[in-house]
């Protein structure tokens, strides 16, 4: 009988989903015990550390028509959320609001958000997003959040990288 917590040739992978799922109960353990604030810096903080690719994070909120970045690993993500609220079109608002999973490697060549990308290339250096709609417990506020993926690095998100953002996002 095989140790599901032993790594062998053909559970390869799973240490390191044994390693994020420790990590977010972890995370969830501190979210019951403190304001929600620190519990979301560390989703991205986690998100960053997590995904292979990964360079900064952040996590959109709508509340209504209106979209907010509740945590955010720096500035950089801080901004490129911005620039989507402002130009109402990128990756975070689709995750958000119509597609669960938007996912792009090269933000200049992309045509579904032609400005946005230009532009957070130029202005940030972003060149690769994975932007996926986090599952929340219902309540009343009708909030929907997503959880933004960014890097500077051509075709960052791999199969493996968003399998670890879906796990992220889920929980």
């Keep these: 009988m095989q140790n599901d917590l032993v790594r062998t040739p053909d559970s390869a992978g799973s240490g390191d989903l044994l390693d994020l799922a420790g990590a977010m109960r972890s995370l969830a353990d501190r979210a019951a015990e403190e304001d929600?604030?620190?519990?979301?810096?560390?989703?991205?903080?986690?998100?960053?550390?997590?995904?292979?690719?990964?360079?900064?994070?952040?996590?959109?909120?709508?509340?209504?028509?209106?979209?907010?970045?509740?945590?955010?690993?720096?500035?950089v993500a801080a901004r490129a959320d911005q620039l989507q609220y402002d130009l109402g079109s990128g990756p975070g608002l689709d995750a958000v609001c119509s597609d669960p999973v938007a996912v792009t490697g090269d933000v200049v060549a992309d045509e579904r958000w032609p400005e946005w990308g230009q532009r957070v290339n130029a202005e940030l250096g972003v060149t690769s997003v994975l932007s996926q709609r986090l599952t929340l417990l219902e309540d009343e506020s009708g909030a929907v959040a997503g959880l933004n993926i960014y890097s500077d690095l051509p075709e960052a998100f791999d199969e493996k990288s968003r399998g670890m953002g879906l796990v992220l996002s889920t929980h």
């Design 36 to 75: 929600g604030r620190p519990a979301l810096e560390g989703l991205v903080r986690l998100a960053t550390d997590r995904v292979a690719g990964a360079r900064w994070a952040s996590l959109t909120v709508r509340r209504g028509r209106r979209f907010t970045t509740e945590a955010a690993t720096d500035d």
